[in-house]
């Protein structure tokens, strides 16, 4: 087996714990996951877990950058990005945007108003909706 086949093999996935969610991002994000067949699972205050459907699977994304970095591709063509933290035990996923139900969109609308405005750059985002 050539060591760049081994690199770039998708390797199957059942579970991935990941950095706690803030509370405002837990419904959304289950939503998404609950669409795909997935299921976002608190076990407590530090421990929150994905559990993806049998298929599923994790390739590492090069070039690799200060860290590893992984897609995570489910059966039915949804995907996320993981990328662990510090410790290697817990990863912060990474959503499209778009996959968010509407109401999501305008926390991720106020995020980037927020950081525009604190950076001094124009947005097109002025407007947004308080939830």
Known sequence: MHLQNAIFSPEPIERLEIVPLDEQWIEPVREVLYRHHAMLVIQDDKTQVIFFPQGTTRTEIFPRLRKSRYRIALPDGFSLTAYPQINGD??????????????????????????????????DHDQTNNL
């Not at 926390?107 to 750059?121: L, R, V």
């Open 90 to 123: 817990l990863y912060a996923i990474g959503i499209d945007p778009r996959e968010l139900p509407a109401r999501s969109q305008n926390i991720t609308q106020a995020h980037e108003t927020q950081y525009n405005q604190n950076s001094g750059k124009p947005t």
